[in-house]
């Protein structure tokens, strides 16, 4: 009787096993057609490797820069329109005042680039509804309602196209704070629900988008932002567009549809490794456009172990600055973006097309018990070491000085030497051994770079087989 119990309890535990592992089918499964696959694995090939973007959020915010009337206004800097809230009567005096005689296309590109981000993706118009490009759909643009006159986009297009960098646009589809058809403006227009929402999209988003698409390409994504009230039809007529109008355009995964990668939680980085494309879009203080009070930088030390935890679960990191008025990019976000920059020339291969961590255990575990004390998944969370991979390396980035000999996890493979990146490869040794059929690494005090210092293992085969 005893046995039978046993038997079926092991039966119902390989049975729930069986379930947890095996991946649950979504309410509605997608048709799965080969063709759009294989082309959506093609179109993703270069944001796979580039794991590193820079993200711009620039727009009319930027003046009040936080503050309204002489009143500081909380929250995240480019909601200060509906934080407040202003009118738009009052919001769009704004446009006459934006003259940003400082902005430098080049420089911007330039800073993108010393700081190693492979991609840029700017604000064409946030949820205010001021585009920052010509628009012939609405006057409440860059070129026709301010004294710059200037199409700031175009402008970055062009030196994005001369100096070799992908740019993609973000464009808010839904909140359109300007329009009284568009969503989220309740304090001018009332709300939501009975608004003509099909008409603002039909009249701006959906016309905007085309104009991006076609007059300031080739566009590497188009990153749409808060899906409030877009239905499946609705989403699928931008995804058409974008389809049709760039082919190789990415849509982010905001749109309200399945779109070409996953895009996390504002500043959310996920706890464990995953398979798909995705990204973390981030701020390098805590607001996206420019606030004036908001000086609280992350270290150069913090954006690097971000980068590196990032790219060893699988993802890409899109970190944000938020430009100001005069079109300048405050001084100490230029810092750490260039120290991090000078980091990446050194220590590059271990991010840029580099895969996830073949083991997981370090990253740490996560707890229902802590989850409910802190809403937050992570009980343990180890921030000294990353590891990431190519065919044959593995890449240790250790953010802290080992204390103790560095035992690598079982492993099926062997490993053949072990070595600092910089330099000629293999400049600079590590002493490897051997104990216990696990390699060991005995690092030297003080590692060359007390930031964060790469040790590249090499070892036989392609591929890692962790021994569980
Ligand atoms: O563009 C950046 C943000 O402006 C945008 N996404 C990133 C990339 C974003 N849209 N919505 N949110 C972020 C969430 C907004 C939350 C808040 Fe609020 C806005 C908290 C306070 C003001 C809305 C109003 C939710 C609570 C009150």
Redesign the pocket.
Known sequence: MRSRVLALALAALLAATVIAQTPQPAAAPPKIDPAAEAAKTARLAWFRDAKYGLFI?WGLYSIPAGEWKGRRSL??G??IM??TPVPVKEYEQLASQFNPVKYNADEWVALAKDAGMKYIVITSK??DGFAMFHSTVSKYNIVDATPFKRDVLKELADACKRQGMRLGF?YSQSQDWHEANGAGNTWDFGADEKKDYDQYLRGKAEPQVKELLTQYGPVALIWF??PRMMTEERAQRFANIVRELGPQTLIDGRLGTEGDYVSTG?NVIPPQVNGQAWEV?ATINHT?GYRRDDTDWKSAGEITFKLLDIVSKGGNYLLNVGPMSDGTIPQPSQDVLRTVGRWLKVNGDAVYGAGPTPFGDELGETSKAMKDVRGDAMAFRQTEWRYTTKPGKLYITFFVEPRAPFVLPAMKNTVSRAYYLGGDQGAVPVKLRTENGRAVLDIERPIPDPMASVVVVEFSGTKIEPIK
């Open positions: 959020h929250g995240l480019e909601w509906f934080r946030h949820h973000y932002d808060t504002d879009p996206w």
